[in-house]
């Protein structure tokens, strides 16, 4: 733990799409693979984590689970970074916005989340790219899923004042993921991570 800082180069924004219908059959008792593993979409900017700095955000002892001793920090931090994802039909002039969520809610660190996933001994190098995991807050607007937003498929998500609802995504569907850290008269933000789905 000491050292994984030294090992993190910047964070991205990324979308790694799921087939739900896939997803729903495999994941138990497998967890996602197949409904994972057919395209992810990355911002353009990588922002350093020198530049992400000044956001940090002190993190509340960890309790449930509590971690293991190697995933104890004695420093543990999160960062402030607004997250927003919108959805643009086929039919629609722009893009609404369906969820708007902060990395700050994050359980594990992402120092935490490099050493568990090495601690085994998986091989990491320069310019490996880990993922997160979805990023949801406590509030249904902050959801970080279109699963989690239309509740497995039993609420609709109204996409603004276009008239259009969703419980999937449809052919045709832009997905615009957009994030950044607000500073004092300054912004630093990633680029807009997109993209549509194809038939």
């Known amino acids: 733990?000491?050292?994984?800082?030294?090992?993190?180069?910047?964070?991205?924004?990324?979308?790694d799409w799921s087939a739900r219908d896939i997803?729903?059959?495999?994941?138990v008792p497998l967890g996602p693979f197949n409904a994972k593993n057919f395209g992810t979409t990355i911002s353009?900017?990588?922002?350093?984590?020198?530049?992400?700095a000044p956001f940090r955000l002190p993190l509340e002892p960890k309790v449930d689970p509590e971690p293991l001793p190697y995933l104890v920090e004695k420093d543990?931090?999160?960062?402030?970074?607004k997250l927003f994802t919108a959805i643009r039909g086929e039919n629609m002039t722009k893009p609404e916005i369906v969820a708007s969520s902060n990395f700050k809610y994050m359980y594990w660190s992402p120092r935490q989340q490099l050493v568990h996933h090495s601690?085994?001994?998986?091989?990491?190098?320069?310019?490996?790219?880990l993922g997160s995991g979805t990023i949801s807050g406590t509030e249904p607007h902050e959801y970080g899923s279109l699963l989690e937003l239309c509740w497995k498929g039993t609420k609709e998500v109204k996409l603004g004042e276009s008239g259009e609802i969703r419980k999937f995504l449809k052919d045709g569907d832009d997905v615009i993921m957009?994030?950044?850290?607000?500073?004092?008269?300054?912004?630093v933000g990633f680029g807009t991570c997109a993209g549509k789905v194809a038939p």
Not at 23 to 27: A, L, S, V
């Open 1 to 15: 733990m000491g050292d994984a800082a030294d090992h993190i180069f910047g964070m991205v924004l990324m979308n």
């Open 23 to 27: 997803q729903k059959w495999e994941y």
């Open 44 to 52: 353009p900017w990588v922002v350093t984590m020198d530049a992400l």
């Open 76 to 81: 543990s931090y999160q960062f402030d970074i």
């Open 119 to 129: 601690v085994t001994g998986c091989n990491m190098r320069p310019g490996d790219l």
């Open 178 to 187: 957009t994030g950044y850290a607000q500073g004092m008269g300054y912004r």
